[in-house]
């Protein structure tokens, strides 16, 4: 790292990367960047030319010299990394578009990051993910691999358990959103509050306390029911029930809303899928508007629709991790990590998304203490189907995935969920190589 | 005990009962009663002299001098008894069908003994069976206690959590069911077979050895496809997915059908719902024509039509367990009981069902050893559901209820099962003084 | 199996093999062996003729016709062997005898079977012990062994663990002893008795019940008072402190003298090193003796004096076992083998001794559930110091071997420990190829 | 604390108090104090004067205004505290003397804090610790208790499990000291280094990351191996084997030395005992020098001398921990405080001194996952010593204290242990009320 930091970012034609470069300009003092290479597939190259453009465009408006690289070499790109970063989709949004509607044209819940979906995207995404790391191994052995894509845990947990690489670290906004919106709503400034997150990425739990050291998750639970709780755009507003959270003590995150609202956001999916049509689509028309802005070779800045995609905080979250690993600067995040501990409840070697210390040893977790009995068990049996679908990723084993489905709180086991996940494993064929005498079979 | 064995049943005005004399004629040898008590209340006086001078024509009819007590005083009934059995139905056969119907009037499945309707059966059984605890402790502290209730895991644990009480031990007949059909399924004995079950009551799994030890659990997997598995009678007939046993090398419980074919199960359920009326209603046309039968004076033994009642293997598991006690025979029975450690996958000092050598000192739970991914996620989330279950009966929190509830598998989340919820306290007012409060707010 | 078992016998030449041979002769109505194979080394060649010789004259004035083989020639024995027994000795007495001077030497303990002496043997041992594994996974990969090699619960860990072979058991007549002279001092049968034990080999303790249940493991403690206890004979006799016992509410076993009165255990054994020698030596002599009388062309039953050797008892618990497994016995028996949970205090996948039901499927423990403090404590440092020993046999590692001595309760650290370390290391450098550097080195 | 900050510090009348003002005048601008209130015991009346006086006369030398209270009424001075610390010494420097001669006198280690002399000072602490917590829950409850006072662990621990208080912090310099003396010996600065701490009070082990992450655990060990460590002026200087120290990869605190060389600690200790007196002897005289200086109407500031009595670094530990607390510094502090995972070899609700981010909440521990197994295993036996001293400390039971004696492994076990014990609770029968009747019996 001598000469400055060599960023790698996979999946670098993402409408995102504007959002990232705008984290690192930010952040140059403090993280002082040599080159970015962006890398990306031959499907993605436009994309990619659009974006590395901008990407280059913003930094020649910012003060600082810094080189944009594209190419769809992944090795030459990896070659004495310093962070890689990995934002990559595997199908595209036309992908996320069959998780979220096959099972929604069978009047169930897709859930596009822990639901049916989210384990086919799994099911893509791991392999892929592994390569990369062995491509790591070979060509950057000290580099940090800081994963943002979804499901960011399942992947996460994939690199180290099966990857045997722990220098990694799993990101997410949505914790982030919490500790933007929750001071807001109660009218003192972020840094008046002690936050304190356990659980799985999508998945987790907070405590909030002030400044002198009182509990003060009542008062946010009661803000939120006065006023926006902050939820990211990608998440239908629908309130949680307040006898459930005051008997928790916690704050669930905003995906929990698919767990203690099940019938109602799959209402609401159902609404989106005979009418404006899923998430996906939507963020397909989004990303679209986004391409044609990204085009404007007078556009040098992050345009203010990337909010509408839902990634608000994402450079907060992923910059500050690089700033926070490279500057040793033990800053607080929540981050997707090896457990240690931290929640007790899970094993000590398995990942789990905690809040923690980040510094140039990666993540100090801060050890969260037993979870009450509601949490732990729905975690543990989480965790379970988080294990089984990453097994059924890099085996392609049909009655791990079958297990795996079973056991997901979102989805009824049964002939229907067997036909989704059927039509789930025909319709991504091309992207699931290891359960290929599975498909063939189907 | 020096002068035989005394034995209390609370409910003994179940149709059950009369199974129950025959287990124990046929082990008189072993286990010399000297008096029965068959303990009800006010409501069930009519059926109680009926089965229970039934029952006194069954022991006239043997070679035995055995009295049958009928008495609607507990206390009475408990001095100095030697063997407490409970098989009563706090609201009777009626609000079963309460717990059925509510669920599937709202498109959910009620499931008696781990589903909503079990939960409030837990709500209801709870308060009572306490109650006898603090009477056994007092009139019979040396007392064994012998539990048939449903759910019967949920009130076992109840009894050793809260009553402080470890002489006890929770009986189920699937096990029981599982060990005498599928010896004939593969044209053995059972003798032949090695048997080892973990889990919890009614969600439980197990695997076989031939009497060589050799695992042979795919071969009654393989059986089990070919023909009759051997379900309960309460228990809708549906197979398993194939693919799935085979993955987890285990063979589950008849109840798991809920879980695994849950879609399937839900469907048949709201047929019978809608057309011959719910398990509890058919097994209240059965029970009226068991009294039938019961007041004939002429009749004097078991009469076959109990075994539609779903009770089969009742008196095997209910009178060998107290056989084995008495006699300190060490005989291998699946029961419910404190884990110490034979389900390594949740606490030592929870209650689960496994096969233990069972003697004078009571259970002494085969060390089954850590269960594969799937079983274990799903046992811990069941397991956190139980202790919500009883703590929301022991406490009255409302809260605690919603939490069971939402994390019940079988039980979709939000506003319908909310409604299913508050419809079930209201309709149990009577027997659920401890949600009070609860259900004057509703 | 067809044509009778075939038995294998490692270390056949030991002392032993006449009571191996008197428990096979008693029982071979259940257990029909068709031959036993004696194996030996060169170097135990002329022993190996000698007890062989006696064993063969043993079966034939038997009614039974099964032919004894002797061979130094391993793999030719172990081919379709049922049942291989061992209960080798590397290095033989000789070997022990440096065990347990060379630490006398320098004032402190040898203890041959779990202090310095018995963690050389480990180190002797388990490198054999596996190869006989890799042979038996060769040649007869459907039989179980039978090890009675001490340290006989290490031996054990190391075959599951590094030998990745289930079908072990570790035994040893510790706990066959006190069930044999607890119920003479309390003047009841061993049926009479209901036993549970927990912990590790030559490390763990034990509760006694009556046949109606009632705990009378303080009966068992007040007569251990008054009478013999009936310890092995190479155990000194020398009372346990009465308070602690009381506190513990347990029955420690024989060996556990050296860790609750090691000062005494020390000056006795102190005494013998300078007097009489220590308990090898004194073997020695009895073995000599021995032999001798195995001479004896017409001696053709176990003589008397073997019972000074120490291995009472010893028959019934190696040729019970094989019988319980042969005949899917169900017979409790205290084993060493795979936790599975039946001490909840130590890992699952770890090794411990415990009452089991022992069939054709092996053992099937009986959950202990949770020590009390003090016994929970000590067995997770002597596991912790099984495994550094195990680990350091199979590695060769000094530092891991140094680590293991630090821990171990019976040694003090400090120079005197290192110097009995390295010249224990010096005095087996034959038989501890797996640590030449690190002799080298000293 | 609208007003400022009141500390209350019993065992006021302590020579560490100067050291204490000292740490609170330099940090008077994080930590704006009102009022100190030394409280002390009769027997301590002329000390507290003297130290009272003399920390009088430190604050009047230094710009703030802050009064000091003297009292021997503790509750007069708990009445609102904020901060309450503990420094006491039931029984005096006379009691230590005691601990330490009498097992010396036997040959044996009595090492004041975690030996034989360390548990009867935690017999004789822990019910006046319990009395102090039941004070504060009435006369301010809502102060934090911040113990020095030893065994310091098990004191917090105590606090925590009897007295179910949960804002308490126990502190030692000993991680205080390695993290001063370690970036010296390797020539860098403390903010280069990164810390990890885990285990138990005078038991925990540490490693070390440079400012890139890279582990330099073992450049530290090579620099103990060269240079001066920087023990705590109470431990002797004895080096640990290096190759014990390469195995662990981790670096045990200072008091380890009695664990893994205790044959040496032992003969220093007896040289010590039979010259120049054992450590409490020393540390009388030295206090005795240090009262006599603080008489000198003159001397308003720390003396040098303080430094030989082993205190050093006792200021920043307890003030930063405080300031951290009032200030929610997140100040990163090793700290006794409740487990939570942090140590997940040991139960998540027990007491662990660990690296904690310090702030308003008290502590957020560093969860430091799993410890290699010599370590797990030593940390496990020494946690349940612990829990059984708190025990009979709190029960008064000798069978409870004989097992801690037992299983401690600085003690060997036997009648020399026995002696010792029972000497031991003669020569403090004043302080023992607890075991008033074990006592008289003996
Ligand atoms: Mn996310
Ligand atoms: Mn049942
Ligand atoms: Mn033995
Ligand atoms: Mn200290």
Chains 1, 2, 3, 4 share one sequence.
């Not at 990232?20 to 960047?33: A, N, Q, S, T, V």
């Not at 789990?352 to 009995?373: K, M, S």
Request: hydrophobic share 40%.
């Amino acid at each position: 790292m001598t000469k400055g930091v060599k960023i790698v970012t996979i999946g670098g034609g993402s409408s995102y990367t504007p959002e990232l470069m705008e984290g690192f300009i930010k952040r140059y003092d403090e993280l002082p960047i040599r080159e970015i290479w962006l890398v990306d597939i031959e499907a993605g190259r436009e994309k990619l030319e659009i974006v590395g453009t901008m990407a280059q465009r913003m930094w020649d408006a910012s003060p600082y010299d810094v080189k944009i690289h594209m190419t769809l070499d992944r090795r030459e790109a990896l070659k004495d990394a310093d962070f890689v970063t990995t934002q990559f989709r595997v199908g595209l949004l036309n992908a996320r578009v069959k998780d979220e509607r096959i099972p929604f044209s069978y009047g169930m819940l897709g859930q596009e990051t822990n639901g049916a979906g989210g384990m086919f995207k799994a099911f893509r995404t791991i392999p892929i993910i592994l390569q990369i790391v062995e491509d790591m191994k070979e060509l950057c052995p000290n580099a940090w691999l800081v994963n943002f894509t979804n499901p960011s845990g399942m992947v996460t947990e994939a690199v180290v358990r099966y990857g045997k690489w722990d220098r990694v670290m799993g990101l997410c906004n949505v914790p982030v959103m919490a500790t933007m919106t929750e001071p807001k709503a109660l009218g003192v400034e972020k840094e008046d509050l002690i936050y304190k997150f356990a659980g799985l990425n999508h998945f987790h739990w907070h405590k909030v306390a002030d400044d002198k050291g009182n509990d003060i998750t009542h008062k946010v639970i009661d803000a939120m029911f006065d006023k926006d709780a902050g939820l990211p755009k990608n998440i239908h507003d629908i309130p949680f029930y307040r006898d459930q959270l005051e008997q928790m003590g916690m704050i669930p995150c905003g995906y929990h809303r698919y767990y203690y609202r099940e019938e109602e956001m799959l209402t609401h999916g159902l609404e989106e899928y005979n009418g404006i049509g899923t998430r996906a689509q939507q963020v397909k028309e989004t990303e679209a508007e986004l391409f044609e802005l990204y085009k404007d070779p007078n556009l040098d800045h992050k345009p203010e629709q990337l909010q509408k995609r839902g990634g608000a905080y994402y450079s907060d979250a992923a910059c500050e991790t690089i700033a926070a690993i490279y500057g040793n600067k033990d800053t607080q995040i929540v981050v997707s990590t090896k457990n240690n501990g931290a929640v007790p409840d899970l094993p000590a070697d398995c990942v789990v998304e905690v809040t923690a210390y980040v510094g140039a040893q990666g993540a100090r977790n801060v050890a969260f203490g037993e979870l009450p009995t509601a949490e732990r068990g729905w975690l543990q049996v989480m965790k379970a189907m988080e294990l089984l679908t990453i097994e059924a990723a890099v085996t392609g084993d049909y009655g791990t995935a079958l297990q795996a489905f079973t056991i997901n709180p979102l989805i009824r086991s049964g002939d229907t969920a067997i036909k989704i996940m059927n039509e789930l494993f025909i319709a991504h064929k091309k992207h699931l190589p290891q359960f290929a005498e599975t498909i063939a079979r189907l």
